[in-house]
């Protein structure tokens, strides 16, 4: 879905007169102020904020001039309202948050957002896809019609980036005719057990590891991986808010044989977000941390990105027009000539 013109004007005037108003105002975040090497970084808790922490502690040990401090936040959506509201200058938020704030969909289509945070780097990705219980004669994606399936619990970004995968066309039809099941996720194994859900997505961030309710119905339940059909890769693939990969299994896979060599997974990219007030020379460190102390990141916490070089840093970024990067990374990406003149960058 294209954004609006109006919608994609407004942001970018407002924007820009956010910046210009930091100049006029003492003390303000950024801009030359006393607080220009200061990232407070909004982070949602779980697996997110053991990211974010493990981060922190590679600032702490590699840069003697980055003040660096996680503030824990409501989910990415909650993390994208506070930093429109200017309650810290960095985040991390998803690449399906963010498509839905500069569209003004999902829950920013009724409350939206006046500024879309500048991108810096990729955190990690959830990968996901589609397994049914055996007995279930559920083979392909096309099978799921009349089935209970589970995409995670109610609230959960991989939830609503399926849903919004599944629920466009050529796959709606397949995707009305579903009994979407809610529950919380440490309720879902012992009802795949009990036979109330018939298929569940399985995600985590390969090659690392799944989520834990995904761990926890492997070893209970006998699943095999849904195939999926030319109307999922293009649904997927057609989404703004969602990425694509083919992983084998070999790779990435659960403690079971689910019958294939590679999953099809739509994607959830998480991100390093940064407010116009985040000062470039603190932005421009981060990214040399992570960049640099990659190996010391994932000591940490292995979750995050492991970088093969600072080009793969820069390629792993989201996509679109909407998403211009932070000053300070376009300066870290010039420096060592992989910046593409051709990406988004401030006006």
Known sequence: MDMPEDGATRRRFLR????????????????????????RVGTSA????????????????????????????????????????????????????MSKAAEDRGDFAEEGVDSIPYQGFSAFPYSIYVVARDGTGIETFDDLAG??????????????????????????????????MDMGVDDAPGAMEEE???????????????????TEYDARVN???????????????????????????DDWGLEQDIGTDEVFTWNLEVNYVFHDDAGDDAVYELCRVVDEHNDVVN?????FNDYESTEDMLNQA????????HPGAVEYYQDNDVWDDSLPSPE
């Open 16 to 39: 820009g007169a956010a910046a210009a108003s930091v100049l006029g105002i003492a003390g303000c975040l950024g801009g030359g102020g006393s607080d220009e090497m200061e990232l």
């Open 46 to 97: 779980g697996g997110t904020q053991d990211v974010g922490l493990a981060v922190e502690r590679a600032v702490s040990e590699s840069s003697d001039e980055l003040s660096y401090s996680t503030v824990e936040s409501p989910g990415y959506i909650g993390t994208l309202y506070r930093l429109d509201q200017d309650q810290f200058n960095a985040g991390i938020v998803d690449n399906n948050s």
């Open 147 to 180: 089935a209970n399936v589970y995409p995670a619990e109610p609230g959960y970004s991989t939830r609503a980036t399926t849903l919004d995968v599944w629920s466009q066309d050529p796959t709606a039809d397949v995707f009305d005719e579903m009994n979407i």
């Open 196 to 214: 109330r859900i018939d298929a569940a997505i399985a995600y985590g961030t390969p090659p690392v590891r799944y989520t834990g309710f995904v």
């Open 223 to 249: 699943v095999h991986y849904v195939e999926e059909t030319d109307a999922l890769v293009e649904s997927a693939e057609s989404y703004a808010g969602a990425g694509t990969s083919r992983i084998a299994y």
């Open 299 to 303: 000591e940490g916490e292995e979750q």
């Open 318 to 325: 989201l996509e679109g027009e909407e998403f211009p990067f």
